[in-house]
């Protein structure tokens, strides 16, 4: 064991950090058993606490409880078993090629882990937001520090109270409150920061992580558009907006990241698409607890106060009635609303809905690149032209046809927006590995050409 940094007896969480460090170094979290117990352990988590994870995002979000299964006990549930399925090959060494000239000798790709982590969650999935990294960072061998978001105090309650029950309670530990103590985590050396939440307070996280170089993954938010193609067809019309429907409103009543923010569809399919939204939300809304709840007053008043530009407010065609006791929004249609107005230049992250009209389905595209890159495009179409361009024309983290947000449930492909890192299923165990290069040879075959004094000619040139 080497002796505590300066830097890690800051006042905060110094002894926090060299305690883990210290069960780190002792190489406990990198041994594979260990590993897979912990990720049994969170299986167990899922499965005996399932009750108190529901009562607390309900209490947290008013999330109903099929809701919760789906989106957060379930999903991360299936992705921690495929991790222990798949965790000996994901850690085993891979064989890389070797050159002849280097013959003989062997070139490995050995997955390390990084040692002591952090992982910041956000509040509107707040378990899987916390946990699937989580199972990330134990199945790849590190120690690991979660703070929760303190907007949804059930939830980090409930997790700062179960995890030292299910983990290992000396390499993994809970950190609960609000900036000031995220402030202050990351005043110390990290190995890894991995965080989950808005592009004010990811910047901050950045900036303090530079002073110590600490690598930093961040995910953030965006506006997810969503093409919705003239189907010619009833019953596959009334599939997509069925799908458009439970993935903008009850998904935590849009409140999700990867949200479908706005629609973009041609003119003349604007009328048929907003009654068939209309009906569609008339039948799966029959209760008001089927839609999360606004998270809190904050985000109540930036929801209402995007209606507050009166071209906005004048642009709703369904919906629009807020009711501050309750913190509640109707699912609100909004079409055309000013490109220019805080609606279409923010992230709405709530349950109001903008459709813009295009000319032709294709312009989307042009429209699309005019807009930063977004964590996810979506396009309900069988135009598979329109499909390639898409791909081939456009960036985002990730690409989804005649679908929204169950993108999120696959742990075979990667999760995130561009260039800040992704997770998600082996991606996870990636996020909080070094992949470390190694190189054998052997003493037998000794080129003398490669050293001074130098021969042109013996070097082949
Ligand atoms: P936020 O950015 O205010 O908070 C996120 C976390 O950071 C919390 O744990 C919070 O306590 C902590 N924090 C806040 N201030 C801090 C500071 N100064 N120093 C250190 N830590 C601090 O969260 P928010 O704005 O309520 O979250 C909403 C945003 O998160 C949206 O933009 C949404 O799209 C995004 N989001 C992204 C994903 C994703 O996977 N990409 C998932 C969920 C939410």
Redesign the pocket.
């Known amino acids: 064991m080497g002796s505590v940094p300066e830097e890690e007896k800051a006042p905060g969480f110094g002894d926090l950090l060299s305690d883990l460090r210290e069960v780190y170094e002792s190489g406990r979290t990198q041994d594979l058993e260990w590993r897979q117990s912990q990720l049994r352990g969170l299986i167990r988590l899922l499965e005996e606490e399932e009750e108190e994870i529901f009562d607390a995002l309900h209490e947290d979000l008013g999330k109903h409880r099929l809701e919760a299964f789906r989106d957060e006990v379930g999903v991360l549930k299936k992705s921690v078993v495929d991790k222990l399925q798949n965790l000996k090959n994901w850690a085993a060494p891979e064989k890389a090629h070797t050159p002849l000239v280097a013959f003989p000798a062997t070139a490995l790709v050995v997955p390390e882990p990084l040692g002591v982590v952090l992982i910041?969650?956000?509040?509107?999935?707040p378990i899987g937001?916390a946990l699937e990294p989580l199972s990330g960072a134990l199945a790849a061998g590190n120690a690991a520090v979660v703070?929760?978001?303190?907007?949804a105090p059930s939830t980090s309650a409930f997790l700062a109270a179960n995890i030292p029950k299910y983990l290992d309670s000396k390499a993994v530990k809970v950190v609960e409150?609000?900036?000031e103590?995220?402030?202050k985590?990351?005043d110390h050396p990290w190995d890894k920061v991995l965080?989950?939440?808005?592009?004010?307070?990811?910047r901050?996280?950045m900036t303090?992580a530079a002073k110590h170089l600490t690598p930093v993954a961040l995910?953030?938010?965006?506006k997810c558009p969503c093409i919705v193609d003239w189907l010619d067809s009833n019953r596959d019309s009334q599939v997509a907006v069925n799908r458009i429907t439970g993935a903008k409103w009850s998904t935590c009543s849009g409140q999700?990241?990867?949200a479908i923010d706005y629609l973009l569809v041609e003119e003349e399919f604007a009328p048929i698409l907003i009654e068939m939204l209309k009906s569609t939300l008339e039948r799966f809304f029959t209760r008001p607890e089927y839609m999360a709840r606004i998270?809190n007053e904050k985000h109540f008043q930036r929801l209402s106060g995007f209606l507050a530009d009166r071209r906005v407010a004048s642009s709703v065609v369904h919906g629009g009635h807020f009711n501050p006791k309750t913190l509640s929004i109707e699912p609100t249609l909004l079409l055309n609303p000013p490109l220019d107005s805080d609606i279409m230049t923010e992230?709405i992250?709530g349950p109001l809905l903008p459709i813009i009209t295009v000319k032709k389905i294709e312009d989307s595209i042009k429209f699309l690149k005019s807009k930063p890159k977004p964590?996810a495009i979506y396009a309900f179409t069988r135009n598979e032209k329109l499909k390639q361009r898409i791909i081939d024309e456009t960036s985002s983290g990730s690409v989804t046809f005649n679908d929204a947000i169950v993108q999120y449930g696959l742990e075979s492909i990667p999760?995130?927006?561009v260039g800040f890192g992704q997770y998600h299923g082996k991606y996870s165990f990636e996020m909080f590995s070094h992949k470390k290069a190694v190189f054998k040879r052997s003493f037998l075959i000794e080129f003398m050409f490669r050293y001074p004094p130098w021969d042109e000619i013996k070097m082949g040139m």
Do not use: H, Q, Y
């Open positions: 910041f969650s956000c509040w509107n999935l937001l703070k929760p978001s303190e907007l409150g609000g900036p103590v995220g402030d985590l990351m965080f989950t939440g808005s592009s004010r307070v990811g901050l996280i303090k995910e953030l938010g965006s999700a990241c990867i998270l992230e992250f964590l999760f995130g927006g």
